[in-house]
């Protein structure tokens, strides 16, 4: 059980965590922005809010500075780094409220952000939203929907879409807008939900494929992840684990848990046994280019067989929602939405396409100037 305790009860109460790791710096920057967005989101609802902050074994001096810089946050201090999953899961089992905002430490929001993503929950279908979400240091879209299908034996969730409110407006206004999954550094969560489903699976620590991997289960839970185009936010891509692994250490742990998250996850006969057929081509094939990395990321997934197996019949007992049946929800969502899929690299925004009052002022590409 995550939350040990009954959460103050008001429906749209809410819990904001934000993990971070040698980030004082970036917390100085974003923290405002998310301090004034809680108290917008306080004044617009009349919801309590709390704000945690989750020290994952820092070396700066974040947890001697960040309370008397911030003297409103509850700063959690784990004395050892164990990573985004289990520094998230150690601030989720400290929320008293509804529903759970998570952020990076690296986000700067727009004021209306947990506004707009609090006012899906009035539908109890809903387990998880997401943002729309532009880049720090230039203008370009990040993320927004995620655009998720399967494909050649593996789940590929790794393109965005977004929309236009012109062509889009009734979806936006009726909040029909999903996504494959919410993505853990600007999303909020149900938090009883995060609760019944044990948090982020910290078999996936470090990082990467966490969040995909709570949402999947919750898709398969029967509830819905969405989108919400409105909510705004802006991120340092990366910026924590970049400064602290090398790219192709993250590469190998991103693939471990790329299959760790299949074979836990994967329980529709078709969908299994065209992973594994895929696996194995894979397996007889990599060899030829010498991707030795392939083959480390997979024997350490394999290592872990024994809680792969012990996760996966508990996962497959609670599932009403077949991996066809999301595949199939999701596929039907994209081909009759007015959305755009963007499949290569970020796209760069106008002036006019970007809500300038949000971005912060010290990183305003010179285009986006205000006259």
Known sequence: MINSESP???????????????GLDLLRVCLPSVLAAAS??????????????????????????????FPGVCLVAKPTNEGFAAACNEGFRRCRFTLIGLLNNDVWVDQDYFVRQAEHFADPSVFAVTAKVFGWDEPVFMTGGRYGRFRRGFWSVYFNYDISPDQAGEWIDQRRLLSAYAIGGFSTYRCDRVSELGGFNPLLSPFHWEDVDLAYRGWKRGWEIRYEPRSVAYHKVSATIDRNFRKKHVDAVSFRNRLLFHWINLHSPTFLLRHV????????????????????????????????RELRRSEKAKTTRSDASVARLLKTFY?????????????????????????????????????
């Open 8 to 22: 103050i009860f008001h429906p749209q109460s809410l819990s904001i965590v934000i993990p971070t790791w040698n």
């Open 40 to 69: 917008a989101y306080r004044t617009k609802t009349g919801a309590p809010t709390e704000l945690i902050v989750v020290d994952d074994g820092s070396r700066d001096h974040t947890v001697s500075l960040l309370p008397l810089e």
């Open 335 to 371: 081909r009759t939405a007015p959305i755009r899929v963007f499949w290569e690299k970020p796209a760069r925004v106008s002036p006019e396409e970007e809500p300038l009052s949000v971005r912060p002022a010290e990183c305003r590409h010179p285009d986006h100037h205000a006259g």
């Open 277 to 308: 057929l895929m696996l194995a081509i894979l397996f007889f094939t990599r060899i030829l280019v010498l991707d030795l990395d392939f083959y480390r990321a997979f024997f350490q997934a394999l290592g872990k067989f024994e809680k792969v």
